[in-house]
């Protein structure tokens, strides 16, 4: 690969996607039969004998035994030929030339999805490469390799690796990349802040499609902003956007669900939420984040009403939100026993009414107990001084 090339799908995150949705109920994925053809053509196509044989055991998936013996001996032919063109290189051509075969053999065992080989192989062709962008690229390639098996350690170790090298000196693009690939981490352990913030960086410099389309990643941009960003920042900085303008109205309900908020719309915010989560849910990077997401979003849908009022009548808020007045009674009474939300239920009058935080009293407690922590401290400091 040279400087100038682009980052190929290697490994094709695509294919993890379908065997994600094979993990799900057959409400979420009605045509499982379907989604399983496409990932054995896939396994098919790019010969992933080692991914092959790891998700019929995880799966409980019977192998084909002929399928098996052909992905074999596809296997065995290509690495023969890739040690030999490896064994030329050493004897008879350059140092470009054997770092040219090195990779070729790392980027085999990545695409054949057989992980631990591929790391090795990488670290290996890594020491024979001298080019800062070149480096970069096998980096991100462990980086995907990581995301592609939910290996956070080994995604977080090349970030990290991955930062010192631009540092060095990486250009403007491999920059963006590295910020679009450290988003989807962030998503992963979910620091949605940290997301939303890289996400919006990069919304009109997006050129890591070897991660996912712009689609997916104006979805995931709109996802992470709604939850973190305050509503001046959503105006000026999603809604608006040219780029999110572009593209928003082809992805089912995302217009609807970005807009209906700021506009305090909040059946159809409701509406929307409950028809996206669907997709929250089929989704790898959000799916283990679905319940707490649209728990924070639908918080996130109270308090923006509640600011509005000093009271309001159940009745009324039930209305707002297109639902019963036992369900919003339920709802505030869960959020507001767990501190999320500043109000209270006056039960008899049917009416909610807010409590705003006073801010020089939760500062005062937090100094107290701060100061309660340093004591502790100092007294077993002490101690061990003494002792």
């Known amino acids: 690969m040279t400087e100038e090339e682009p980052i190929v799908k290697l490994p094709n995150l695509e294919y993890a996607q379908l065997r994600f949705l094979l993990t799900l109920n057959d409400e979420l994925v009605p045509n499982k039969e379907e989604v399983k053809k496409q990932l054995i053509d896939a396994i098919r196509k790019d010969k992933m004998l080692p991914y092959y044989k790891q998700i019929s055991e995880h799966m409980q998936l019977s192998m084909d035994p002929q399928f098996v013996q052909e992905l074999t001996a596809e296997n065995e032919k290509e690495l023969a030929a890739l040690d030999a063109k490896i064994k030329d290189a050493e004897e008879n051509l350059g140092e ?21 080989t591929a790391v090795s192989a990488y670290r290996v062709t890594y ?96 996802f992470m902003a709604m939850v973190s960003f305050d509503r ?18 082809e992805i089912p309900g995302l217009s609807q669900y970005l807009n209906s908020l700021y506009n305090s719309d909040y059946a159809q915010f409701f509406q929307a939420l409950a028809a996206l989560s669907t997709d929250i849910k089929k989704d790898r990077f959000l799916a283990p984040h679905a319940r707490f997401y649209v728990r924070e979003m639908r918080i996130a849908a109270y308090s923006q009403l509640l600011e509005s009022y000093s009271s309001v009548r159940l009745e009324s808020m039930g209305k707002a939100f297109g639902v019963s007045t036992e369900f919003i009674d339920h709802e505030l009474a869960r959020f507001i026993a767990a501190n999320r939300l500043h109000c209270k239920i006056d039960k008899v009058g049917g009416i909610v009414e807010t409590t705003r935080p006073d801010a020089k009293n939760a500062q005062y407690q937090s100094t107290i107990k701060q100061g309660d922590l340093l004591l502790n401290r100092i007294q077993k400091l002490s101690r061990v001084i003494h002792l």
């Open 96 to 116: 470009s030339e054997i770092r040219e075969a090195y990779l070729a053999k790392a980027d085999f065992f990545c695409r054949i999805g057989d992980k631990e």
């Open 232 to 249: 001046v920042k959503i105006k000026s900085g999603v809604i608006d956007s040219p780029e999110v303008l572009q593209v928003v109205h």
């Open 127 to 222: 020491e024979k490469t001298v080019a800062l962008g070149q480096r970069l690229d096998i980096v991100f390639t462990l980086i995907r390799l990581g995301l592609f098996f939910k290996d956070t350690d080994l995604v977080v170790r090349n970030i990290e690796k991955a930062k010192t090298l631009v540092e060095e000196g990486g250009d403007w693009d491999r920059r963006n990349r590295l910020k679009t690939y450290e988003a989807i981490h962030l998503l992963n352990i979910r620091d949605f802040k940290g997301s939303a913030d890289l996400l919006h960086d990069t919304l009109a410099t997006f050129s890591s499609y070897e991660l996912f389309s712009y689609n997916t990643f104006v979805k995931y941009l709109v």
